[in-house]
């Protein structure tokens, strides 16, 4: 019997490798899974009232990590994610529609400075794919078929949901292979809503990697659940009036959930509602069934998000290749409160319709972002933290299984464990280019319960907005004011500012910071700093 070509699912997250890589016949393949947007609390299993039966088998597998970091914004995560290195040295300090003149690390597309996964696992004898939301500078000549993937289905921005709708600019039209064609072109399909077609051509090309015997590297980069915020009307009709209980209580109980479950500290306090945003009860009915029906789109998506992983799931499991797959399930920011307080809600039909525009806005972001302050854009956890869950039937010992791993993780330590599992090495070198050192550390340790080998502090930038991470210590400032030092093991929620009372584990923290900016391509952020969320065409 032919043994099975094992499998290596990760959703997001170098320099350290294994000491021990496996032999070339147990390689495991990778699949990294993103979601766009996506809320720390927002899954079942991180306390979300949402059902999500397949991300919550996925963690009864695995392991749930409950410290995992994003990098706050779009372009900025998928860059880290892809190469193993911080935004702003892989060029990618902002997104990808913004090019900095004479900027060390803002220029709209990955640097050649950079190298990804995919250029790394392909000249090791990898089949590489993508699906999805690319991002990372196609108009500058950045696209997934130069970067080292082999086979792709992408969109340019993201945003496509159906095969006609009202489109943005930039999101009409779909690319294949490096093809560009209309989103109803039947080569790609008909009839689907993206985040099934994503999953489905994933696995088609996963058909090619097991008919050619090789190992192989997939990303699939969900649009979901990024504005504007679109889903099946059949989806939608399930969730209308589930929330007319208001944020206010569903924060309370997906709190009280998330202490049943673990993932978070009793002595965490929740945050409280920001001034900006309202209490539920003071929003007339008409408002309350408008914001009823923005939150049913949103619960329909990730309702679809979580069918989309079980067809995921159960395909590896009908092509024998599940049992060495090790998945990684994350978003790559936290809650987007774009849209303001009042979220937006336009255009035409039904909203979360093909030719409605919907975006959740601050109220329900603060729902999204639960237990924690702040939201996308910012470096406070609200921002920058997002569910991570790993699962490995043949690489996870049993007794870790439905566990929680409560060490700090981040997005720059994807490329580190590929490295690691694959039993490859990362290059110094590509086409003649230096390549900057990876600066995260494999997960691989940590599926096994032991300490992870990381040294440095874990950093953030952007828009101004800064934090440094080491050990139970962070620093936070948020642009334009001052920063703040807090405890994470006893106020993880950002409460308690104890600048004052640790001044020299300030300071230390602060000389680390600006070390790491100038050593990493950080630029003085030019502004504006993102407190303009936009105004609703309709009154609060």
């Keep these: 019997m032919v043994k099975p070509t094992p499998v290596l699912l990760l959703f997001l997250f170098g320099c350290t490798v294994s000491t021990s890589p496996l032999v070339a016949a147990d390689r495991p393949n990778i699949v990294v899974v993103l979601v766009d947007d996506l809320g720390f609390s927002d899954i079942g299993p991180y306390g979300s009232e949402i059902p999500t039966p397949n991300l919550d088998k996925l963690a009864a597998g695995g392991v749930r990590f409950t410290q995992a970091y994003n990098a706050a914004r779009c372009s900025p995560t998928r860059a880290s994610l892809l190469t193993g290195l911080y935004p702003h040295q892989a060029g990618m300090g902002w997104l990808d529609n913004r090019v900095e003149p004479g900027s060390n690390g803002i220029h709209g597309r990955l640097l050649p400075r950079s190298v990804t996964i995919a250029e790394v696992l392909r000249d090791a004898g990898y089949f590489t794919a993508m699906t999805g939301k690319w991002h990372l500078g196609q108009q500058h000549g950045c696209t997934p078929w130069n970067r080292g993937f082999q086979r792709s289905l992408n969109s340019r921005y993201g945003e496509v949901y159906f095969p006609k709708e009202m489109d943005r600019p930039g999101t009409e039209n779909l690319y294949l292979n490096g093809r560009e064609l209309p989103k109803d072109s039947p080569i790609i399909g008909k009839d689907w809503y993206s985040t099934d077609l994503f999953t489905d051509w994933g696995l088609k090309f996963v058909d090619?990697?097991?008919?050619?015997?090789?190992?192989?590297?997939?990303?699939?980069?969900?649009?979901?659940?990024?504005?504007?915020?679109?889903?099946?009307?059949?989806?939608?009709?399930?969730?209308?009036?589930?929330?007319?209980?208001?944020?206010?209580?569903?924060?309370?109980?997906?709190?009280?959930?998330?202490?049943?479950?673990?993932?978070?500290?009793?002595?965490?306090?929740?945050?409280?509602?920001?001034?900006?945003?309202?209490?539920?009860?003071?929003?007339?009915?008409?408002?309350?069934?408008?914001?009823?029906?923005?939150?049913?789109?949103?619960?329909?998506m990730i309702e679809r998000i979580d069918m989309a992983m079980g067809t995921l799931v159960n395909g590896l499991e009908r092509r024998g290749v599940l049992d060495n797959t090790l998945i990684l399930f994350l978003s790559d920011n936290g809650g987007n409160a774009e849209g303001g307080p009042p979220g937006v809600t336009r255009g035409d039909g039904s909203i979360g319709g093909p030719n409605s525009y919907v975006l959740l806005g601050m109220d329900w972001a603060t729902l999204a972002n639960t237990p924690f302050r702040r939201y996308k854009h910012f470096t406070n956890e609200g921002g920058i933290s997002t569910p991570l869950i790993a699962q490995w039937p043949a690489g996870i010992p049993s007794?870790?299984?439905?566990?929680?791993?409560?060490?700090?993780?981040?997005?720059?330590?994807?490329?580190?464990?590929?490295?690691?599992?694959?039993?490859?090495?990362?290059?110094?070198?590509?086409?003649?280019?230096?390549?900057?050192p990876m600066q995260g550390v494999s997960l691989r340790p940590a599926?096994?319960?032991?300490?992870?080998?990381?040294?440095?502090?874990?950093?953030?930038?952007?828009?101004?907005?800064?934090?440094?991470?080491?050990?139970?210590?962070?620093?936070?400032?948020?642009?334009?004011?001052?920063?703040?030092?807090?405890?994470?093991?006893?106020?993880?929620?950002?409460?308690?500012?104890?600048?004052?009372?640790?001044?020299?584990?300030?300071?230390?923290?602060?000389?680390?910071?600006?070390?790491?900016?100038?050593?990493?391509?950080?630029?003085?952020?030019?502004?504006?700093?993102?407190?303009?969320?936009?105004?609703?065409?309709?009154?609060?």
């Design 399 to 436: 007794a870790r299984r439905g566990t929680l791993e409560k060490q700090p993780v981040h997005l720059i330590d994807v490329m580190a464990t590929a490295v690691d599992l694959a039993g490859v090495s990362y290059p110094r070198q590509l086409g003649g280019q230096g390549i900057e």
């Design 208 to 300: 090619e990697a097991v008919a050619e015997k090789k190992p192989f590297f997939l990303y699939i980069a969900q649009g979901a659940v990024h504005f504007p915020l679109r889903a099946p009307a059949e989806t939608i009709a399930k969730y209308r009036g589930r929330y007319l209980k208001g944020w206010d209580t569903l924060r309370d109980q997906r709190y009280a959930k998330q202490i049943a479950l673990g993932v978070i500290d009793p002595q965490w306090a929740l945050a409280p509602r920001p001034s900006d945003v309202p209490s539920w009860e003071t929003r007339p009915v008409d408002r309350q069934q408008r914001f009823d029906e923005m939150m049913a789109v949103y619960a329909a």
């Design 447 to 540: 599926f096994d319960g032991l300490p992870l080998a990381r040294k440095e502090p874990i950093f953030w930038e952007h828009e101004g907005n800064k934090a440094v991470r080491d050990g139970k210590w962070k620093l936070v400032l948020r642009h334009r004011e001052t920063w703040q030092l807090f405890n994470m093991e006893a106020d993880r929620t950002e409460l308690n500012d104890l600048i004052k009372q640790e001044p020299k584990v300030a300071a230390k923290l602060e000389a680390s910071w600006n070390d790491w900016a100038r050593r990493t391509f950080v630029d003085e952020w030019p502004g504006p700093d993102h407190t303009d969320w936009g105004e609703d065409i309709k009154p609060r």
